[in-house]
Nanobody, 124 residues
């Protein structure tokens, strides 16, 4: 079955860190860009970070700069989102997604396969 399997997330205090994982199942992620998106209550889904097929990193959200990083493991089966210095406004459901091609985009309609999403809450 072709799917993206997510793990990580949960509750963290402000200033803390979390790492999300996105594992490709049933296909090789070598041939696709993989992006992380998030959706907060009452807001549209927004891109956070993306990694191209050639492992070039693209920041999709200004708020992620300097705090979040994206990486792909050497086997290219899993993409990670490392979130540091988390703020209450980072609270959202976080999704990973497979792009239709090898390049990144902030347009969610250019991603054809989505993980199930996981809640990230930042609170004291």
């Amino acid at each position: 079955q072709v799917q993206l399997v997510e793990s990580g997330g949960g509750l963290v205090q402000p200033g803390g860190s979390l790492r999300r994982s996105c594992a490709a199942s049933g296909f090789s992620s070598d041939y696709y860009a993989i992006g992380w998106f998030r959706q907060a209550p009452g807001r549209e889904r927004e891109g956070v970070l993306c990694i191209t097929q050639s492992n070039y990193h693209t920041v999709l959200a200004e708020s992620a700069k300097g705090r979040f990083t994206i990486a792909r493991d050497k086997g290219k089966t899993t993409v990670y989102l490392q979130m540091n210095s988390l703020k209450p406004e980072d609270k959202a459901i976080y999704y990973c997604a497979r792009a239709m091609g090898i390049e990144c985009s902030s347009d969610s309609s250019t991603y054809s396969l989505w993980g199930e999403g996981t809640q990230v809450t930042v609170a004291s």
